[in-house]
């Protein structure tokens, strides 16, 4: 029971089956608010991301031989600490200092400024060490994965480098006055206690006080994330609840329900805290209504092949083929279409990159390939197995927000998990292990 549990097509149903639930009962009301069509392309996505996982993990799958790794991981999680944090620092250095921005405005104003910089296409200095920060920093998230998946059997040195890679993504956040990245590390953190109890372990590691330190850390993010939205409404003015009521209709296209705003009114429920509920609430829960916006305007939105997922190729593009625009292109359809800033949800996502069709075939193989990580786990016990599935398994909980590749970066984290993994498993391999 465990095990089906932890299937992927069993736990992208049962993941979206509650996100759909919050969605209705939350008390927000969507201006656009996904009709038949739109709620009938999550719902058949949904069925071909578990038809692909379904074929691949339905077969039998024979125990596994051999569950030992042939070398201690200290080294390859040491290894992967200092790239992660050497990259978040050459991100910052460039940011900070190399990018000429004017840091004194403080961090939200010039995140706001630089997104209105980026429509009216307005470069921005990029030295090097930005893109070699972007190549390393993931690999602290393979750092840190690699110590939950096998803390037990780790040294003191391995242990702290382990968990001080988690610094890395939380720098990144703060250069770039955002939460997903540390968002994106709390969940590879539940995708990795999945994979801990699929393979019979307990959910963390003993022996590190893991507990106390994760419900310190989902405290400072929530108090991080609570004082970004009181940052941002003084940075737009927004002094009063009317005020917020103003923006949220006018830009963000909702409303409280009649009851949310009484309480506020009556004096029952304190506006500032309905006000971080409200922004918290609309974030997490707005990407069917991006769903419905895409199905609106389809005819004028072009298929961008990956470009709308993996934020590093619109640098490059801007960088090494400005003459295309494509990046120009993308953010100027998806403005128009209202879409440009909006989680697309996965499904969202793909129909952006590849079209309703071909969108539903690139499903099928994610599904798959999220089927062929769990049975791999389930064959051979390998930390290359391990590290794969904690990644298929945060792009399922990242699903109602976003495509795998398309959060904080996700496809260079993912790179990173492919890179190591296949280190890993030629290891295992030469030292005459089943992998």
């Not at 038949?36 to 031989?65: D, E, H, K, Q, R």
């Not at 609840?241 to 705003?261: E, G, T």
């Not at 009484?262 to 707005?286: K, N, P, Q």
């Not at 890993?424 to 292990?433: E, F, I, V």
């Amino acid at each position: 029971m465990r095990r089906n549990v932890l299937r992927p097509e069993f736990l992208m149903c049962g993941l979206w089956a509650v996100f759909v639930a919050v969605y209705f009962v939350v008390p927000i009301q969507y201006v656009h608010a996904p009709g038949f069509a739109a709620w009938g392309l999550m719902a058949s996505y949904v069925l071909a991301f578990t038809f692909g996982s379904i074929v691949v993990t339905l077969p039998g799958v024979p125990p596994a031989l051999v569950r030992e790794e042939p070398a201690p991981l200290d080294a390859v999680i040491i290894a992967c600490a200092v790239a992660g944090l050497a990259g978040a620092a050459l991100i910052a250095i460039d940011k900070i200092w190399l990018s000429g921005q004017d840091w004194s405005l403080g961090i939200s104003a010039v995140r706001d400024r630089r997104s209105v910089e980026v429509m009216e296409g307005v470069a921005i200095k990029r030295s090097w060490l930005l893109y070699l920060g972007y190549l390393t920093i993931s690999f602290s998230c393979v750092s840190f994965c690699l110590f939950l998946l096998r803390g037990e059997k780790v040294g003191r040195a391995a242990g702290w480098a382990g968990q001080a890679s988690v610094l890395a993504m939380v720098a990144y956040a703060i250069v770039y006055g955002g939460r997903m990245p540390i968002l994106l590390v709390i969940l590879l953190a539940v995708g990795c206690a999945m994979v801990r109890k699929l393979a019979g372990r307990q959910l963390v590691p003993t022996g590190w006080y893991l507990w106390p330190k994760m419900s310190l850390g989902f405290v400072a993010f929530l108090v991080y994330t609570n004082a970004i939205w009181s940052s941002r409404r003084e940075i737009g003015n927004i002094h009063s609840y009317d005020d917020f009521l103003n923006v949220a209709s006018r830009r963000w296209q909702l409303q409280p329900s009649a009851w949310l705003d009484e309480a506020v009114r009556t004096g029952d429920l304190g506006a500032r805290a309905v006000m971080d509920f409200i922004s918290t609430a609309m974030y997490l829960t707005h990407s069917p209504t991006t769903v419905q916006r895409v199905m609106e305007h389809f005819g004028q939105l072009s298929s961008y092949l990956g470009l709308y997922q993996i934020g590093i190729l619109s640098p490059l593009f801007d960088v090494f083929a400005p003459g295309l625009k494509l990046p120009e292109t993308m953010r100027g359809q998806l403005a128009t279409a209202g879409l440009y800033g909006w989680f697309p949800s996965a499904w969202g996502a793909w129909a952006l990159d590849a079209g309703f069709e071909l969108a539903l075939i690139a499903i099928v193989i994610w599904g798959a390939l999220s089927g062929a990580a769990y049975r791999a786990v389930l064959r051979s016990g390998s930390s290359a197995a391990e590290l794969l599935l904690v990644f298929a398994y945060t792009a399922i909980l990242i699903s109602p927000l976003n495509g795998p590749f398309g959060m904080a970066n996700s496809f260079l984290i993912f790179c990173s998990f492919v890179a190591v993994a296949l280190w890993l498993s030629d290891r295992r391999q030469a030292a005459g292990l089943v992998a």
